[in-house]
T-cell receptor, first 114, second 112 residues
């Protein structure tokens, strides 16, 4: 069965620091991979996605992510954290067959120190 | 813009009541999903549907059922509400395989 694991529940960083959020998935083939962000009281916003090809993908707001097939991992990177990046980040995995199933990880809450 | 609309933003129900949560999307998407979101647990998939009258169980279907009689509408049913079903419920629709999932605004359900 598909599963998504985000090992970090909370992360606190200083503004300006770089950050990497981890996501590991379990699936028989290479799935479709996504990172979403949810700011307090807001809905989910897609940051970026990976389907195939170049393993480094660029998203909105300067975010980027790297797919590492050998580790079944999809890492989100923030080069320089801004206070407005404080939010909850969700990794999601989808299968590509006819009964398309989209599942999410448990989320990582990012806190930013001024 | 794709619009996914959930019928209620806030709902308070009594234990044992039958509860209907409605979701409507206006972009002719075939695939629709129901999740519940709880702190520390992320979004957990309850049920999903990839066509009219087609449904599949997600990871936590117990205590829930769904109905998809029309393409645009996907209903979540709590047959007999219990306090452990107090949660935020999110509906989403998507065009697979990899477009963005569009979410409704959520329904915060409290079962007392």
């Amino acid at each position: 069965a598909q599963s998504v694991t985000q090992p970090d529940i909370h992360i606190t960083v200083s503004e300006g620091a770089s950050l990497e959020l981890r996501c590991n998935y379990s699936y028989g083939a290479t799935p479709y991979l996504f990172w979403y962000v949810q700011s307090p009281g807001q809905g989910l916003q897609l940051l970026l996605k990976y389907f195939s090809g170049d393993t480094l993908v660029q998203g909105i707001k300067g975010f980027e992510a790297e797919f590492q097939r050998s580790q079944s991992a999809f890492y989100l990177r923030i080069p320089s954290v801004h206070w407005s990046d404080a939010a909850e980040y969700f990794c999601a995995v989808a299968s590509g067959d006819s009964s398309y199933k989209l599942i999410f990880g448990s989320g990582t809450r990012l806190l930013v120190r001024p | 813009d794709v619009k996914v609309t959930q019928s209620s933003r806030y709902l308070v129900k009594r234990t044992g009541e039958k509860v209907f949560l409605e979701c409507v999307q206006d972009m002719d998407h075939e695939n629709m999903f129901w999740y519940r979101q709880d702190p520390g647990l992320g979004l957990r998939l309850i049920y999903f549907s990839y066509d009219v009258k087609m449904k599949e169980k997600g990871d936590i279907p117990e205590g829930y059922s769904v109905s998809r009689e029309k393409k645009e509408r996907f209903s979540l049913i709590l047959e007999s509400a219990s306090t452990n079903q107090t949660s935020m419920y999110l509906c989403a629709s998507i065009v697979p395989p990899g477009t963005e999932a569009f979410f409704g605004q959520g329904t915060r359900l409290t079962v007392v």
